[in-house]
């Protein structure tokens, strides 16, 4: 008798003794072991769409900021958020499955604890990052999609946020909460437009420039750029590292992660002083500032600094729209967040903060029990998103003023503007941008609010990242045995030391975070902390 998805599975055997987990993003590593994880993804996603009655699912192809030689998938849910928890264990036990037999039996095996009737239609959105690894695993996926009778929807190139956008657009067609039209020009339009009436008559102090990592958000920003109307807008644009003809130079020198770890421009950055500049990474899911003060020196405006200043503005809104009494805000950030933005949030925007693990998908849950949350992981992953009945709210209010009418259209805007399906690098730096232009505030201004603990970023190679666990949303190790310990002594020896390690869901390695009083300390502690972690299992 023959079996699809048993040959399937033969067509793309696993190597041998590789475990794979799905991990704060999917699955991700080596580009070269993922032939066989793609395939049986492609089976996971058919399921996942069955059992939501044929609601669209998504499949990403990317590894994000990660080098060029990895690659990885991620599974996107009917409104564009992140695979539902429980799945994840699902699809990781999936991708162990080590014979084709094993695989057809799991495959049925998923079906019936799942109750789901495998003869009803499955519908997979599909889209890839510019990886040169890309075009083989998407074969790989497809193969696995068509075993599992799925109907599909390739859509090449996209950044992440796109494939998020496209998926919710489908899933809301013809309902009141309809999200756009579910094409590239769709995605444009909706943005451009939305960008044009937040900023109302207000206009950029200077130009922009943005480093796309060598990553599909290049092009797909210079398709964008075609849709802002500089000359409506007023919105000057320099793209630079948008090269994704040399796949090898993605996320190399450049783009959001290599800044942001390493607190400098990338090497070529030609700007001034006081030029506005930010970079996306290699899927354009995150965005960061940064800008060079009159002593040239380097500036961040990190995640925590967009998330305080989407936080204060919206606040500002909400109040000048008469909004005040039915809409609270609140911040979600994870243990990355700098000591000073956390109290910047609590103390001046008396605003409350929570804290999750990394990951998106667990800020978003805790935003989603605002009325508007903000989440942003410091790394520039984010974005706001608003309650169902906020959303009414701000719909049905029948402004009292004219000034009241005026900032409701701009708040209107920026619901519009924002991607709430997920952080979307290119609809975060434009909602920065009419930020600015609002408050009339260049980086300078922007940095003023308050002042970053020093702090430093570290990755420790180590032979089993598995055995770092972690409680209290990752900022204590509780194994190996004894480590914290070791870590908390350190801290107490630094004037404002926080410290902390964790696995990095993404990477083969443990991240090690410090902040203390001046930079030199910070320094000093990451190291002494690292240098632990290296003793506890390090290569
Ligand atoms: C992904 C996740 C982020 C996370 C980052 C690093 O980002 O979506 O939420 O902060 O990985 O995670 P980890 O520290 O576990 O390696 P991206 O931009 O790579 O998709």
Redesign the pocket.
Known sequence: MSNPVADAARKHPPPEGHVYTY???GFRTKADVLDSVLTRVGLIAALRSRKLGGRYVGVMITA???PPQDNGVKLVEPMGDMLEESWEAISTEMANQTSPEAVSEYYQCVAEEQKIDLSKPANVIVARDTRASGARLLGCLVDGLKAAGAEYRDFGFLT?PQLHYMVRCFNTADTPDAYGVPTEAGYYEKFSAAFKKAMGSNKPNGGLTVDCANGVGGPKLNELIKYLHVTETGLEISVVNDNVVKPEALNVDCGADYVKTNQRAPPTSKTGPGDRCCSL?G?A??VVYYFKDDQNVFRLLDGDRIATLVASFFGDLVRTSGLADQIKIGVVQTAYANGAATDYVEKNLRLPVTCTP???KYLHHAAQKLDIGVYF?A?G?GTAIFSHSTLNAIKNYKPKSPSEAENLEILRACIDLINQAVGDALSDFLLVEVVLAHKRWGPQEWLATYTDLPNRLLKVLVSDRTIFKTTDAERKLTSPEGVQGQIDKEVQKFRQGRSFARA????DAV?VYAEAATKAEAEDLARKVAEIVKAAGGK
């Open positions: 991990g704060t993003a994000s900021h990660n992440t990474d899927d899911d995150r990394t990951g998106v992981e790394n992953h990095s869901g993404t990477e991240r």
